[in-house]
């Protein structure tokens, strides 16, 4: 089947700094990945929808200057957090759907990105 | 609003038993795709079925099955003689026509298989 690779598992990292998470689908080329949050317990909230080439789309709430989105290529989109804060620990996760698949397509999820800022 | 609403939030059965999971969503499509994601303590997502909203028909599959009501917007799902490995949080989703093709979850159920 087809797999979506996301990286890194885990990070912890400083308060200020910005921290990169890379989501690929591996077998298949997506124009589209979508990115969510999810804190504990919780479920996963959408915050953007990540288009190949250009900007991508942002949920209501989410700042775009925060949580930035590249989408460069068909396999790979990444989603930056700037300047994070002790707030901004959650788990993070990708998903997408092949080129050209239709609705009745399952999106495939990468594994997820446990972030803690310290 | 929600558009995906599981009221349930944990659900504890000792094994073997059945357990029932209830999805009610809300759209006002008349083309959409319903799901069940499983999300083990490990935090991947795992798809487990879909139904589109013009096929009503339950199936069963393994040990999952489904009971698909258009006239209640409720998509139930049933694990039979639950096992440890079920132990997990079970989503439904919701996409559709013109959502361009996001997914919008409910809350979750937490199941416990007890030994």
């Known amino acids: 089947g087809a797999v979506v690779s996301q990286h890194p598992s885990r990070v912890i990292c400083k308060s200020g700094t910005s921290v990169k998470i890379e989501c690929r689908s591996l077998?298949?080329?997506?124009?589209?990945m979508f990115w969510y949050r999810q804190f504990p317990k919780q479920s996963l909230m959408l915050m953007a929808t990540?288009?190949?080439?250009?900007?991508?789309?942002?949920e209501q709430g989410v700042e775009k200057d925060k949580f930035l989105i590249n989408h460069a290529s068909l396999t790979l989109s990444t989603l930056t957090v700037t300047s994070a804060h002790p707030e901004d620990s959650s788990f993070y996760i990708c998903?997408?759907?092949?080129?050209?698949?239709?609705?009745?397509?399952?999106?495939?999820f990468g594994q997820g990105t446990r972030l803690t800022v310290v | 609003a929600q558009k995906v609403t599981q009221a349930q939030t944990e659900i504890s059965v000792v094994e073997k038993e059945d357990v029932t999971l209830d999805c009610v969503y809300e759209?006002?499509?008349?083309?959409?795709?319903l799901f069940w994601y499983k999300q083990p303590p490990s935090g991947e997502l795992v798809f487990l079925i879909r139904?589109?909203?013009?096929?009503?028909q339950n199936e069963i599959s393994g040990r999952y099955s489904w009971n698909f009501q258009k006239s209640t917007s409720s998509f139930n799902f049933t694990i039979t003689a639950s096992q440890v490995v079920d132990s997990a949080v079970y989503f439904c989703?919701?996409?559709?026509?013109?959502?361009?093709?996001?997914?919008?979850f409910g809350k979750g159920n937490q199941v416990v298989v007890i030994p």
């Open positions: 998903s997408a759907r092949p080129r050209g698949a239709s609705m009745n397509t399952e999106a495939f």
């Open positions: 077998d298949f080329q997506a124009t589209t």
């Open positions: 990540s288009n190949e080439g250009s900007k991508a789309t942002y």
């Open positions: 759209t006002r499509d008349t083309t959409y795709y």
């Open positions: 139904r589109n909203s013009f096929d009503e």
């Open positions: 989703a919701l996409s559709e026509l013109y959502g361009n093709n996001r997914l919008a």
